[in-house]
């Protein structure tokens, strides 16, 4: 799923939540997905890079409700879990850590939050790769963008 998706996903959560609740409501799920990924390493292989092929799960906590005033509020905290992979070229062993948050309110406005640290940790040195991703957007009523930010950056250390 592309970070491009996860606003349209978590609105679709909502929606679904929306379904069956009364004026005022409020829950906390969890649930796990099964994560089978190819990453590029560029700093790998001793700065030649490599394809990482990653699996293991992602764990996602879904916190939501909906105020007396119809206005939802959504979190959502997504955090790897025994996520591991080897690399295609060297073999090499990698490990998947990180957090990503989701935080979107809709009360006529809407405000849509999203930070991602998603790292993939290799064996020794200087072949870590980190992706790191600050996104914001705010509307008005009418769906007028007021204001918007996106920092993303891919850095090897």
Do not use: W
Request: hydrophobic share 35%; glycine share 14%; proline share 4%.
């Amino acid at each position: 799923m592309t970070r491009r998706m996860i606003p349209i996903v978590a609105f679709g959560v909502v929606i679904g939540l929306l379904a069956g609740t009364n004026a005022e409501a409020a829950g906390v799920f969890n649930t796990k997905f099964p994560i089978n990924l190819s990453v590029s390493v560029p700093c790998a292989n001793g700065g030649a890079g490599e394809v990482v092929e990653l699996t293991g799960d992602l764990h996602d906590m879904f916190s939501y409700t909906i105020d007396s005033n119809g206005g939802v509020h959504l979190d959502v905290h997504d955090n790897p879990q025994g996520i591991s992979g080897t690399g295609l070229t060297t073999g090499d062993r990698y490990h998947g850590s990180g957090v990503t948050r989701f935080n979107l309110n809709s009360t006529g406005p809407l405000e849509v939050t999203i930070v991602n640290n998603f790292r993939v940790i290799g064996q020794g040195p200087r072949n870590n790769l980190l992706v790191h991703d600050n996104f914001h957007i705010t509307t008005d009523s009418d769906g007028g963008v007021t204001a918007s930010h996106d920092n993303f950056r891919v850095e090897c250390k």
